[in-house]
């Protein structure tokens, strides 16, 4: 539950360390057929009990497809990527 974090923004940090590490890791994980499971909540506010977040997830994995069913559905977030097929 997200309603134990504390507030905080770590947008800018997601954005600029963050983002492109996760950019490479998927580039990676496509060329191999890996599956793929990464959620990174970025910003909380504990007031509101909101979150920004982002998920991706590669499939192959039904483990990786219930931990991504229950991240999406857990709470509010500001975005995902699914990748299903491919390029």
């Known amino acids: 539950m997200t309603a134990e974090l504390p507030t905080f923004d770590k947008e800018s940090v997601y ?11 998927i580039e990676v994980c496509k060329r191999e057929n890996m ?6 909540t970025f910003k909380h506010d504990a007031e509101e009990d909101a979150s920004g977040r982002c998920t991706t997830h ?15 559905n857990g709470g509010a977030q500001a975005f995902a990527i699914t990748v299903r097929k491919g390029e």
């Open 15 to 25: 954005d600029h360390e963050i983002s492109p590490l996760v950019t490479k890791i």
């Open 35 to 40: 599956p793929l499971l990464l959620s990174v």
């Open 58 to 72: 590669l499939p192959g994995d039904v483990r990786f497809h219930r931990a991504h069913a229950m991240i999406i």
